[in-house]
């Protein structure tokens, strides 16, 4: 069963909802033919990738061209992720560090001609994650390879790319999505279904989702797989209890699993701690920084409830904090998110 997140993205710029400001100069992109290195920011699920990949689309009729590299993967997830990833199967050696194969990755990339093109767009996800290292590399090949690559950052976190980078490019905010906006794609992908949406199960979406279309396209799914096959050819019906249901098994194993690692470590249960970090970033694909945020929000409703004493949650906010500082510049961001939870319990 294919994503919907996928099938449905758009494919032109006229296609991405609530991003008015940045289509306007996008498409004056596109009568002009050619694009400047770009930065877009803004929350998670609002469109940034989905403009650049359209951008690609209608400028070479394909995305031969147009290269997307996930900066958390390759410095939070590091080695392994490097490894495994067929793409980078070539470029991996074992002894070289996560920096040294990503400049090789980028310098074979950028090195390559563009197929049929005057240029190629090269596209960085969740660029906050790019270490300092990587910045200062990538900035030099910005400037060696200025005509045949356009270099795209998408990030939630401007301020953590450095100067240089930015002063290279051209910065387009891309706003939360309203839940009329959440609730026109919704809709949207619905009709392609052939679903009928309760009003309980669109209020449930769209509350959860909080502007993000990416988790309403992914609880539509899900809702709709735990849903009953329609009879003959009527449309499937997707009820209320459906939507909670999917969020339950999608995102309530998540803040269980949260809950538990935060209680092990506050604890001081080292071995189960390592086990449940282990899970949460190998089983479940919680980045660090994901896990950082998650923590982040477990303190605060401990501390609110009264559960966690407030001096002793300030601390762990601070520890939180730092640590969140050092992932900009360090080669393994799980060495630090690790060591921060060790010393939660002394505090």
């Given amino acids: ?15 991405i909802v609530g991003q008015d400001a940045a289509v306007r100069v996008g498409t004056r992109f596109l009568e002009s033919g050619s694009i400047p290195n770009l930065l877009l920011w803004g929350p998670r699920g609002v469109g940034k990738f989905s403009f650049a990949r359209a951008l690609a689309l209608e400028l070479h009729g394909d995305l031969e061209n147009f290269i997307s590299l996930d900066a958390s993967n390759i410095f939070e997830i590091g080695k392994k992720y490097l490894a495994e990833e067929r793409r980078f199967r ?14 090789r990755i980028i310098r074979e990339f950028t090195a390559l001609a563009p197929i049929n093109a005057d ?6 996800s969740n660029a906050e994650a790019l270490t300092l ?10 400037e060696r390879y200025s005509k045949t690559c356009r270099f795209v950052f998408s ?6 790319i450095i100067m240089p980078l930015r002063s290279r490019c051209l910065m387009l905010h891309f706003r939360k999505l309203s839940d009329e906006h959440v609730e026109s794609i919704v809709r ?34 899900a809702a709709a797989a735990l849903s009953a096959a329609p009879a ?20 309530g194993a998540d803040a269980a699993e949260i809950e538990a690692l935060l209680s092990h470590a506050l604890e001081g249960k080292h071995e189960a701690l390592r086990k449940k970090f ?34 002793k949650a300030t601390h762990i906010l601070l520890k939180i904090s730092d640590v969140d500082a050092r992932l900009c510049e360090c080669l393994n961001a799980e060495i630090h998110v690790e060591e921060a939870l060790a010393s939660f319990s002394a505090l």
């Fill in 1 to 15: 069963m294919s994503l919907w997140i996928e099938k449905y993205r758009p494919r032109t710029l006229s296609g």
């Fill in 90 to 103: 070539l470029f991996y050696e074992e002894r070289a560090s996560v920096i040294d194969t990503f400049k």
């Fill in 119 to 124: 240029f190629k767009i090269i596209f960085f």
């Fill in 133 to 142: 290292d990587a910045q200062h590399a990538l900035r030099r090949t910005m």
């Fill in 155 to 160: 990030t939630t976190k401007p301020a953590k």
């Fill in 188 to 221: 949207r992908v619905a009709s392609g279904e052939r679903l009928k949406l309760s009003a309980d199960a669109l209020r449930l979406i769209k509350a959860r989702a909080d502007g993000n279309a990416f988790v309403a396209i992914s609880l539509l799914q």
């Fill in 232 to 251: 003959g050819g009527e449309r499937q019906y997707v009820s209320g209890d459906a939507v909670r249901l999917a969020i339950e098994k999608s995102y």
């Fill in 278 to 311: 282990r899970s949460l970033l190998d089983n479940r694909g919680v980045s660090c920084r994901e896990l950082l945020e998650c923590l982040q929000d477990a303190v605060k409703r401990r501390a609110a409830a009264g559960r966690i004493p407030v001096e």
